[in-house]
C-alpha cells in the first residue's frame, strides 16, 4: 500500500469530530492549530465547536497540549511502531499478545476503548509530528500511521496528516512529488531517481559521509540534524542560500544571502494540507532570490568542462 488518505484543513475545520495528534506538541509549535482549524471551531456539522469534538494525544511525555486532550496515551520511547502495529490488529479484529501491549506502556482496555471511538466517529484526522517521524522507526512509523488511516476508511472517513515543523517543507516534498514521482529520499546518481528512506535521506547520507559536498538551499540543517550529520557538514564544502545568518551557514565554506521568499521575493508557499498559496513581494530587496542564484549557478557548470579523476576510464560525449 502507498501514499496517504487526507484532505483540506477546512474540511478537518467542518468534519472533523474526532482528532488525534500523535508524536506532537501543536500547544507550543503550531499554537493557533487548535483554534483555527481542529478544536474550537463551530460549524454547520459541529454547531458546539470543542463540545462536539475528542481529542486524543499520544506521546511519550506529558505536554502543554495534554492540557487540551479528552485522552492522553503516553507510549513508552520507540514504541510508537510497536503501538501502531497492535491498533492495525485491533482494527480488523485480529488477536494481540499481550505481552506486546505492555511493552508499549498503555492497557488493552485503554486501546480497545481507543478502537471503538476510532471506527465510530464521523470523521477522523491523524496529525502527526516529529516526535513520531523522527525517533526509532522514523519512516516506518509514518507508513504505519498512513496506513492505519487508510485502514479505518472501512468503518468510517478517516484521513492523515504531518504536523510540518519547518516553513514549506511541504512544498518540497509536493514538487519533488511532481518532478520524480517521490516526495523525499531520493537519489539521482544512476541517471534517473530511485527512492528509498533510510538508504538515500539526507540525514543518512551525511551521517553514513556518503557525500562530499553539499548545497543548501533556505534550510538550516545545522540547526536541528544529529551531530554526526552536523559534523560531516563541516568537513565538506557546503554552500548555503539564506536570507540570514544560521546555524549552517557559520560551519559553511560559502554563504549567499538571498532575498526572503514572500516579503522581497516572489514564489508559492504550500500550507501543511499541501494547498498553494502564492506570495507577492511587499518590500525590494538589494539581494538576488534563490530561483536566479541557483540559474546563474547551474549557467555556470553547463559552462565548464566535465571534470574526471586520471585513473577513470575514459567516456565519449554521448556517455556524458
Request: with cysteine; hydrophobic share 40%.
Amino acid at each position: 500500500m502507498g501514499g496517504k488518505v487526507t484532505c483540506t484543513l477546512g474540511e478537518v475545520k467542518n468534519r472533523a469530530d474526532f482528532i488525534v495528534y500523535w508524536g506532537g506538541n501543536p500547544a507550543e509549535c503550531h499554537p493557533r492549530h487548535f483554534t483555527k482549524y481542529t478544536l474550537m471551531q463551530k460549524s454547520r456539522w459541529l454547531p458546539r465547536g470543542r463540545k462536539d469534538r475528542t481529542m486524543v494525544l499520544v506521546d511519550i511525555r506529558e505536554t502543554k497540549s495534554a492540557k487540551a486532550a479528552d485522552i492522553f496515551l503516553q507510549v513508552r520511547p520507540g514504541c510508537d511502531f510497536e503501538l501502531l502495529s497492535i491498533l492495525r490488529a485491533m482494527v480488523r479484529d485480529e488477536p494481540v499478545d499481550p505481552d506486546a501491549v505492555a511493552e508499549t506502556g498503555i492497557a488493552y482496555d485503554v486501546l480497545e476503548d481507543l478502537v471503538r471511538r476510532m471506527k465510530s466517529c464521523r470523521f477522523g484526522c491523524m496529525f502527526f509530528g516529529m516526535g513520531l517521524s523522527m525517533t526509532r522507526g522514523k519512516h516506518m512509523n509514518s507508513a504505519a500511521l498512513l496506513t492505519l488511516a487508510a485502514e479505518l476508511n472501512a468503518f468510517t472517513k478517516f484521513v492523515a496528516m504531518p504536523m510540518r515543523g519547518h516553513g514549506n517543507v511541504t512544498g518540497a516534498d509536493v514538487i519533488m512529488r511532481w518532478q520524480t514521482g517521490y516526495p523525499f529520499g531520493i537519489t539521482f546518481n544512476r541517471g534517473y531517481p530511485r527512492y528509498n528512506p533510510g538508504e538515500f535521506s539526507t540525514v543518512d547520507v551525511l551521517v553514513r559521509g556518503d557525500c562530499d559536498a553539499a548545497f543548501i538551499i533556505g534550510a538550516d540543517p545545522g540547526a536541528t540534524m544529529p551531530q554526526p550529520a552536523i559534523d560531516h557538514l563541516a568537513r565538506i564544502p557546503t554552500i548555503v542560500l539564506d536570507p540570514h545568518v544560521t546555524h549552517t551557514s557559520r560551519l559553511a565554506r560559502v554563504h549567499i544571502t538571498t532575498a526572503p521568499a514572500g516579503i522581497a521575493a516572489p514564489g508559492t508557499a504550500y500550507r501543511m494540507d499541501e494547498i498553494p498559496l502564492p506570495l507577492k513581494p511587499a518590500l525590494k530587496s538589494p539581494y538576488p532570490t534563490d530561483e536566479e542564484i541557483v540559474r546563474r549557478i547551474r549557467e555556470a557548470v553547463a559552462t565548464r568542462p566535465f571534470w574526471m579523476p586520471e585513473d577513470s576510464p575514459q567516456m565519449t560525449t554521448e556517455q556524458l
